[in-house]
């Protein structure tokens, strides 16, 4: 298996492969702008498009990119807000890269409003640099400044999460409620101590590769996440910093985001100036309906270096 730190035979150094799997929601064409923006031969994308979106939209998205063959759309199935999709979606893209040998040097976890700041060599060059490293946010409960320490609620409380049985519904249920929460005193499966985080990362194979190992392992730890609240915010930090190989994932991830509504913020023009000082490599949340020129802008200043 080819690591980051070996080379050709050549002596040169081996390209860095990446594998991007990309959570969509909505508006497929800034999806296919995402994919087309970020495309090399040697990487792989690997696309959910949640199930709850129109099928025009994912037929639309599958005829626009049916040309590239390093492109693979992944079974689709629900998502919302607060539950399990985007867990599943992410899991779904590390079988696939699983499947495939783990022939990527890294994986990149993004959603379909995510757009990249630097050129491909940029990405390649900071990924090689990080010698095996890897790139995630995550923060070790009790997390401080956040939620007052209530975030262990998200998952010691037992979710149901919609659709669920009318009769399950307490009277004078609000219609625009999705989650049911049971109080209880819920343990994550192997008394792994909870990690909390920003859902989107940057690992390397090795990373990876124990992710998939654990996970078909030890189902009853995917399972637990299922009745969680915002898993993706914990499913990833949990099993990877309660790992040996805690010590080489950097507290942070690649990816600059503006906290403020609608959380996150629509990224603009205005914050350009900001995104480019960042040390990131892409940013988000992006939508082409508010604002294009921000994207145009990115586009050229890819093309310069």
């Not at 629900?78 to 990527?104: P, Q, Y």
């Not at 990876?208 to 996970?215: D, W």
């Not at 942070?252 to 023009?269: D, E, N, Q, S």
Request: aromatic content about 12%; charged content about 25%; proline content about 8%.
């Amino acid at each position: 298996m080819v690591t980051i730190e070996e080379h050709s035979e050549q002596g040169t150094p081996h390209p860095i492969r990446i594998a991007y799997i990309i959570l969509a929601h909505h508006r497929p064409e800034a999806t296919v702008r995402l994919v087309r923006r970020l495309h090399a031969p040697d990487h792989d994308f690997f696309i959910h498009y949640n199930r709850r979106s129109p099928d025009a939209e994912f037929d639309r998205l599958a005829k626009e990119l049916c040309a590239l063959g390093n492109v693979r759309l992944l079974e689709r199935h629900k998502c919302t807000w607060g539950d399990a999709g985007m867990v599943r979606g992410a899991l779904k893209g590390i079988a696939e890269v699983a499947r495939m040998g783990f022939v990527h040097d890294y994986t990149i976890l993004l959603t379909g409003q995510d757009y990249p700041i630097r050129s491909d060599a940029q990405f390649r060059e900071r990924l090689r640099a990080a010698a095996g490293g890897s790139f995630m946010e995550w923060a070790a409960y009790p997390v401080p400044n956040w939620q007052n320490g209530r975030e262990i609620k998200r998952i010691e409380n037992y979710y149901v999460h919609l659709p669920f049985p009318l009769w399950a519904r307490p009277l004078g249920w609000p219609p625009g409620r999705q989650h049911l929460s049971v109080p209880l005193k819920r343990k994550i499966p192997g008394g792994l101590h909870p990690h909390f985080g920003s859902a989107f990362w940057y690992l390397h194979r090795s990373c990876i590769q124990y992710v998939h190992q654990y996970v078909m392992d030890h189902p009853d730890y995917v399972r637990f996440f299922d009745h969680a609240m915002v898993p993706d915010e914990c499913f990833f930090q949990t099993l990877l910093m309660n790992s040996p190989l805690a010590p080489t994932i950097a507290k942070g991830a690649l990816t600059y985001i503006h906290w403020r509504p609608p959380w996150p913020g629509i990224l603009t023009m205005a914050d350009l100036p900001r995104i480019l000082a960042s040390d990131c490599l892409l940013a988000r949340k992006f939508d082409p309906a508010v604002d294009r020129e921000v994207l145009d802008q990115l586009d050229k200043l890819a093309a310069k270096l």
